[in-house]
């Protein structure tokens, strides 16, 4: 009996920590209609600056908490609304997504720039842990008492904020119509930076609250991801209920802590299944709960793609294979591995540009799939051992198999699951994925047979073998690699040609005009899910063989969020857009961070610059993403859009083609290194269409037709002097002079 109480009282305290994440959710997302993914970071920074204040400057705990949970959450979310999410009004689903993405991912990457992420930090209980009291021979410390008292009196206090309040009141309405809000005086941005910077408040305090009793380690990733567990209970409250998100995060409170008291203890199984479950119950809720009826565009977003024809795309992609080729021979053998696993992950950003891009469905959780994919591989299709181990066609094909399998199993419970839900079904997934099966290193026994999933925490995945193709060799498996890509990418593109990719169309258009014209929406979001989740696991094999050992690491839930992101960035629309998204989420980062890493270990100097600025790559990736509310097309639309207005200036394409051959022969003699070569070129490639630009306008502006002067260009004296003489008009003294227009 003392056992249950001990781990009831535990549960209560895990749930009202748990509820008072939630219901900072559950504020922002009723009065702005964002849900912040950022929560979790919110709280970790926060709790950082606590620790901060605590242990390194020796401030009271008193003090600390009326500095952190009264000013700087606040602070935080205010600035967090009146910067970002104030723009964010009338924009598509996926673009609130990834922005509040960006900021997670960004809050992230400062939160290790200012703590070392390999040094270890520790947050004591309130009154410290030697302070409590016993009930019914359970003892209870005073900060989980402080735990379940905050909890109550911010549940009731959030009740009486929404129904008896007029400030909730405007809150709730300032998402439903801010124009009639505005017009009974009110003003509703105001409303939602309040909510705002009272739902950070709430992120701070539970993550303050939070890591004692979870053990007391501090780390930016596992706090970030702990305080997303509460994502469960606010989707058990449908994100508008307080009462039921309350007694759904004590519910996950009190099952984590059961789970962990009743399991048996041997392996690692209760552990894992305890890490997991917040994201097995968010899926069950997110299936259970009734969904909306199907609706049509509720909003026109202002995303605009131009999908390639089939032979636009065949001959783009010769040349890609023809351009990587090239360059790969400018480059040593490690560059060309990093090359190569650029690639790879630019084919499972083709995974999204089908799903989000093409069918306006939400994954967040791709390399999820891969993980898939690699395991079965692994498992099925390596032969031989040691150095002469290799990876076989078979071993391949039936991890691909069982991507689109698994993919198609997930998508059968989410096909009534739209927008957010659907993005969050696939995100418990893939956190569930990584939690419960990729640290799964006990053995297991099926059918007489032992096996062990991820034996010894990782995966060694060999190069592949095609028959008398031999992967080993690194230019050998980039030029796979980028072959694979272009095929993938022509077949996307016939795909979105024909009739099954304007279904897709429509369907991200209009669901319910679809659905009105026949089509069966069930049907159509399987089959693009199999698709994308074989196309995942295809990127995810090569990547794993790419790396050669992966581990649990390597499929988390961050970096896919990091991979959508930047596909989003460049274009999520574009097959180009994968190919760039995926090469700076596999290659750019870490080529940059990395080397500013070699320039600080080879200079001392200025170690602590080049430090710092490969920190500020990171962050400054994450702002880039935040800004994507105002380009939602992304960056490879601009690019093509200014290349298409170039058409005109075809002197200067040729100058910049001839250029660029001196400039790779240059490179290839060995007179300039491959880096200088390559950012000389990117910058050629990304500037070319604002110089093209300036030159047409030039030359438009020299050239103005008579029946446009005073339109395209303002209309002065000198014009007016120009149609008198036109027209066969007697030119007036005023005109020549600029005078007032007397006849000469």
């Not at 009734?290 to 909003?299: K, T, Y």
């Not at 993980?371 to 040691?386: D, I, K, L, M």
């Not at 419970?413 to 957010?420: E, F, I, N, S, V």
């Not at 679809?514 to 049907?523: D, F, I």
Request: hydrophobic residues 55%; glycine residues 12%; positive net charge.
């Amino acid at each position: 009996m003392t056992t249950f109480l001990t781990y009831t009282i535990l549960g209560l305290v895990l749930g009202a920590v748990y509820f008072i994440a939630a219901s900072g959710l559950v504020l922002t997302y009723n009065t702005s209609g964002i849900f912040n993914f950022a929560h979790g970071a919110q709280a970790m920074f926060g709790t950082f600056l606590y620790w901060q204040f605590t242990n390194v400057w020796g401030w009271p705990v008193w003090l600390a908490l009326v500095v952190v949970v009264g000013v700087v959450g606040p602070a935080m979310g205010a600035a967090l609304h009146a910067v970002i999410m104030r723009g964010l009004r009338g924009t598509a689903e996926v673009t609130k997504i990834i922005v509040t993405v960006a900021v997670l991912l960004g809050t992230v990457y400062l939160a290790q720039w200012a703590w070392n992420p390999d040094e270890a930090y520790t947050v004591d209980m309130f009154f410290g842990g030697g302070a409590k009291i016993t009930v019914a021979g359970v003892v209870v410390r005073w900060h989980e008492i402080v735990c379940l008292a905050a909890a109550v009196a911010i549940a009731v206090g959030l009740r009486l904020l929404f129904t008896r309040s007029r400030t909730g009141v405007v809150m709730r309405a300032s998402v439903d119509d801010p124009d009639l809000v505005r017009l009974n005086g009110h003003d509703p941005e105001r409303a939602a930076m309040l909510a705002w910077a009272l739902g950070s408040t709430l992120a701070v305090l539970a993550g303050v609250l939070i890591v004692p009793i979870s053990g007391g380690g501090l780390d930016a990733n596992m706090l970030t991801l702990l305080v997303i567990d509460a994502f469960a209970a606010a989707m058990f409250g449908r994100l508008r209920s307080i009462p039921r998100t309350f007694a759904g995060a004590i519910v996950l409170g009190l099952a984590a802590n059961y789970v962990l008291a009743y399991m048996p203890s041997a392996g690692t199984f209760a552990g894992n299944l305890r890490v997991s479950l917040p994201m097995i119950l968010l899926f069950v809720v997110l299936v259970v709960l009734p969904q909306d009826r199907l609706r049509g565009a509720a909003v026109r977003t202002r995303e605009r793609y131009r999908p390639p024809t089939v032979r636009s795309a065949a001959v783009w992609g010769a040349v890609l294979v023809a351009v990587v080729y090239l360059y790969s021979l400018l480059l040593s053998d490690g560059g060309v591995s990093t090359l190569a696993l650029g690639m790879s992950f630019a084919i499972i950003a083709l995974s999204l540009t089908v799903l989000t891009g093409y069918a306006g469905e939400l994954n967040l959780a791709p390399l999820a799939f891969g993980a898939v994919a690699t395991v079965v591989a692994f498992h099925f299709g390596v032969q031989g051992s040691g150095l002469a181990a290799r990876l076989g066609v078979h071993g391949v094909l039936l991890g691909v198999l069982a991507a689109a399998v698994v993919g198609g199993l997930i998508a059968l419970p989410a096909l009534r699951l739209r927008g957010l839900y659907l993005a969050l079904a696939t995100m418990a997934f893939g956190v569930f994925l990584s939690n419960m099966v990729l640290r799964d290193t006990t053995q297991h026994e099926l059918f007489g047979v032992k096996f062990t999933l991820f034996p010894g925490g990782s995966l060694v995945v060999p190069p592949p073998k095609f028959g008398p193709v031999d992967l080993r060799n690194g230019t050998a498996f980039l030029m796979t690699a980028t072959v694979l890509f272009a095929l993938i990418a022509i077949g996307l593109a016939a795909l979105r040609a024909g009739g099954y990719g304007r279904r897709l169309a429509a369907m991200k258009d209009s669901p319910a005009a679809t659905a009105m014209l026949g089509q069966n929406l069930v049907r159509l979001k399987l089959g693009v899910f199999m698709i994308s989740a074989a196309i995942a696991g295809l990127g995810g094999i090569l990547m794993s063989s790419a790396t050669g050992t992966v581990a649990q690491e390597n499929f988390t839930f961050t970096v896919s969020l990091s991979l959508l992101m930047l596909v989003v960035v460049a274009g999520i629309g574009y097959i180009t857009g994968a190919l760039f998204g995926g090469l700076m989420a596999g290659v750019g980062g870490a080529v940059l961070v990395g080397t500013f890493g070699d320039l600080a270990l080879e200079h001392e100097g200025p170690a602590q610059i080049f430090t710092a600025l490969g920190h500020l790559v990171m962050v400054l990736t994450a702002l880039v993403g935040m800004g994507v509310g105002k380009n939602p097309s992304g960056v490879v639309h601009d690019v093509v859009e200014g290349y298409r207005a170039m058409r005109g200036a075809k002197p200067l394409l040729y100058g910049a083609a001839a250029f660029g051959a001196v400039l790779y022969v240059l490179a290839v003699t060995g007179v300039i290194g491959s880096w200088t070569f390559s950012l000389i070129a990117l910058s050629v490639v990304m500037l070319l269409p604002v110089v093209g630009r300036m030159v047409l306008e030039e030359g438009r502006k020299r050239e103005t037709p008579l029946e446009l002067l005073g339109v395209d260009e303002p209309y002065t004296d000198e014009v007016r002097a120009r149609l008198d003489q036109e027209l066969g008009l007697p030119v007036t003294s005023g005109t020549l002079k600029g005078g007032a227009g007397v006849p000469a």
